[in-house]
């Protein structure tokens, strides 16, 4: 069974950071292909960046060049770095893992940007 744990969600003001991270027990992290989506009431999950597990990386227009993915295998940990933070990040961010038709999913953390 694959539990994904995410922390960092919080306030910030716009133009702030935050730093998500996603720690995951119970299986070869290595082996797995990471990312994160987000929600917002009435809206679908919609991804925002994902990690391959050989590193290859991908990310929504919308964040390209203010958000980072990273892992690190040795600490099973996926993070996102968020920078410049616009009204519009706010979300319920949620840290996935995937192999083949297989997906799981973190609890989520809330992200909100707001003056």
């Known amino acids: 069974q694959v539990q994904l744990v995410e922390s960092g969600g919080g306030l910030v003001q716009p133009g702030g950071s935050l730093r998500l991270s996603c720690t995951a027990a119970?299986?070869?992290?290595?082996?797995?292909?990471m990312g994160w989506y987000r929600q917002v009431p009435g809206d679908e999950r919609a991804l925002v960046a994902s990690?391959?597990?050989?590193?290859?990386?991908n990310y929504a227009g919308s964040v390209k060049g203010r958000f980072t993915i990273s892992r690190d295998n040795a600490k099973n940990t996926v993070s996102l770095q968020m920078n410049s933070l616009k009204f519009e990040d706010t979300a319920v961010y949620y840290c996935?893992?995937?192999?083949?038709?297989?997906?799981?999913w973190g609890q989520g953390t809330q992200v909100t940007v707001s003056s």
């Open positions: 990690i391959t597990r050989d590193g290859a990386t």
């Open positions: 119970g299986y070869f992290f290595r082996l797995y292909d």
């Open positions: 996935y893992a995937e192999i083949g038709s297989q997906i799981y």
